[in-house]
């Protein structure tokens, strides 16, 4: 299954998972590293723009599109979720996303902006990570129609 990272250029190869490491996220705390993935470049462009400022958007941005294997994560409704898990900001979440990461290559959890699609967050320090692979490197250039 391919699925879709946006980021700064950059660091569009690692594979280390470094930045939510080093800032945490929804699903990780601090300090537990992992890559945010979505099922579609377009979901990709709307988590990105949900959590960056227009003022602060880069201009070397890329999508990197990952091969992951097929059933490889574990899937999560928003039933089986932390109840506030779609509140921001978020309670409890990166605790219950860190503790199922330690246990998963990925994880499938909703999208909070779009709930009926998923993002899958990798968990680098899995055994299985050897499997994903780096389909591609594509630049692109964010719209600022998008947040006016």
Not at 84 to 97: F, K, L, R, S, Y
Request: proline residues 7%; aromatic residues 12%.
């Amino acid at each position: 299954m391919e699925v879709y990272h946006l980021g700064l250029t950059r660091f569009a190869r690692q594979l280390t998972g470094e930045g939510a490491k080093l800032f945490g996220g929804r699903w990780n705390l601090i300090g537990c590293p992992c890559i945010y993935t979505a099922e579609s470049k377009a979901l990709s462009v709307l988590e990105y723009a949900a959590n960056v400022l227009l003022e602060q958007m880069p201009e070397d941005l890329s999508f990197t599109a990952y091969e992951i294997p097929a059933d490889s994560w574990s899937l999560f409704s928003s039933s089986q979720l932390p109840c506030n898990w779609a509140d921001t900001p978020p309670v409890g979440t990166a605790e219950w996303g860190t503790k199922q990461l330690q246990e998963n290559l990925a994880i499938r959890v909703p999208s909070v902006i779009i709930p009926s699609e998923f993002n899958y967050i990798l968990n680098p320090l899995h055994p299985d990570f050897k499997k994903v692979q780096i389909k591609e490197v594509a630049s692109f250039t964010f719209d600022n129609r998008i947040k006016k």
